[in-house]
């Protein structure tokens, strides 16, 4: 998250988008001595685009050395505050700042005590930024003092002054009489601004504030940034309706509307998917594990049916009266935890073992039975060591005793032990 619009008043760029306007072409006009200045500036800001910061430092210092009159010596001031503040000097370029602010300049002041409130902002002297917000506030046309603003909601809510940040968030996303245009500049900041507020609020758990700051935002541009942002409130919005329906299935008040099986089971299923979505694979769990629980014996197989329904059903469960695979409660429990995922990649993992310790031996044509009889058992054993391991062996085993009337031929500890 960008703390305004735009890079970061270091980012490599001569002046950074907060100091300069896309909009604004100056006209220095011909008064005497201004041609040089003017020049000397060019130069500069050239030799700065190409990371000549030294030299471009020179010739602004030159041009502010030839007293031009106040808008050129504001140009130079500014120009040699972001050389230095690239450079890393920062006590000159905070001094260059201030003496362009204190050329009375509309034009480059505002700019540069822009520059100097991010400069002390990213280096963390927040009294001096909030002190550089407040002159911005005073020198800067409607952009600048919604910028001045945004930044000092930041510095309010950096100190917990959550009364004095809100008066800052408003006066930020406050746009101009219809009839009035809009700068550009102006523009970028609510936008930015509506994301940034609009992201804190969410993190406070406000979703339906978070959703009109984002509405303020999306009114002068469609930002994918605030879509998502109001896509995530009315996930929060959607969490709570559901979770609304959850609980009420499961209370205990005799007295309390309930809703039935069917509506209760999908709204198990949509607040589990819904916190999945969120990122929370805890909670999307105890959705699910809430709708088995329930008491009602109806909706519990309803909230079941959801669970299991995309699993393959099985020769035997086709069968009247078969049992369900040995399988089956993993992929419950994989599904109810959202950690399918890491199920399959188990399986995967496992099934490639078992191919390389059976593909081996016959690649290599293999005739000795000791070795073809190891390659086997040690396919056998791969998955003894995952938590469905020993489940595999067991279902097999209860397999052969059948097939063979009853008899288990197997030894104590197959096939670890043979």
């Given at each position: 998250m960008t703390t305004t619009p735009g890079s970061p008043a270091r980012s490599g760029a001569p002046e950074p988008p907060e100091a300069t306007d896309p909009e604004d072409h100056p006209d220095d006009g011909a008064a005497p001595g201004a041609e040089d200045a003017a020049d000397l500036c060019d130069q500069a800001q050239d030799l700065a685009e190409n990371g000549h910061l030294k030299r471009a430092a020179a010739l602004y210092e030159r041009a502010v050395a030839a007293n031009p009159r106040p808008r050129l010596q504001a140009r130079a001031l500014l120009g040699l505050a972001v050389v230095q503040d690239q450079r890393g000097d920062l006590a000159a370029a905070r001094d260059a700042a201030r003496r362009a602010m204190a050329t009375g300049?509309?034009?480059?002041?505002?700019?540069?005590?822009?520059?100097?409130?991010?400069?002390?902002e990213q280096e963390g002297e927040h009294a001096d930024a909030e002190r550089a917000w407040h002159r911005l506030l005073e020198i800067g046309g409607p952009a600048h003092a919604a910028v001045a603003h945004y930044g000092l909601a930041r510095e309010a809510e950096g100190r917990g002054a959550s009364g004095v940040a809100e008066e800052h968030w408003e006066a930020a996303l406050t746009l101009p009489a219809a009839s009035d245009p809009i700068s550009r500049l102006h523009a970028d900041t609510v936008v930015e601004a509506a994301r940034d507020l609009?992201?804190?609020?969410?993190?406070?758990?406000?979703?339906?504030?978070?959703?009109?700051?984002?509405?303020?935002?999306?009114?002068?541009?469609?930002?994918?940034?605030?879509r998502l942002l109001r896509s995530a409130a009315h996930l929060e919005h959607a969490i709570a309706d559901a979770g609304a329906v959850v609980d009420a299935a499961d209370t205990s008040d005799a007295d309390a509307a309930r809703p039935g099986p069917r509506t209760s089971a999908a709204a198990v299923e949509l607040l589990a998917g819904l916190l999945a979505l969120?990122?929370?694979?805890?909670?999307?769990?105890?959705?699910?594990?809430?709708?088995?629980?329930?008491?009602?014996?109806?909706?519990?197989?309803?909230?079941?049916?959801?669970?299991?329904?995309?699993?393959?059903?099985?020769?035997?469960?086709?069968?009247?009266?078969?049992?369900?695979?040995?399988?089956?409660?993993?992929?419950?429990?994989?599904?109810?935890?959202?950690?399918?995922?890491?199920?399959?990649?188990?399986?995967f993992a496992v099934v490639t073992q078992m191919h390389n310790h059976l593909g081996v031996p016959v690649a290599e044509g293999e005739v000795r039975p000791a070795v073809l009889r190891e390659a086997m058992e040690q396919a056998l054993r791969t998955p003894g060591d995952l938590v469905w391991g020993q489940d595999v062996h067991a279902d097999f085993r209860r397999r052969l005793t059948e097939a063979m009337g009853g008899q288990d031929v197997l030894p104590e500890g197959w096939p670890d032990h043979t």
């Open positions: 300049d509309q034009r480059f002041g505002p700019r540069a005590a822009h520059h100097l409130a991010l400069s002390l609009a992201g804190r609020l969410l993190e406070r758990g406000l979703p339906g504030a978070a959703a009109a700051a984002v509405e303020r935002g999306l009114s002068l541009s469609d930002d994918p940034g605030l969120r990122g929370d694979p805890e909670s999307s769990a105890r959705a699910w594990r809430v709708g088995l629980d329930n008491r009602d014996g109806e909706t519990v197989a309803h909230v079941r049916h959801r669970l299991r329904r995309g699993f393959a059903a099985s020769d035997e469960q086709e069968q009247e009266g078969a049992g369900e695979p040995w399988w089956e409660p993993y992929l419950e429990e994989a599904v109810a935890t959202a950690s399918a995922p890491a199920l399959a990649g188990e399986l």
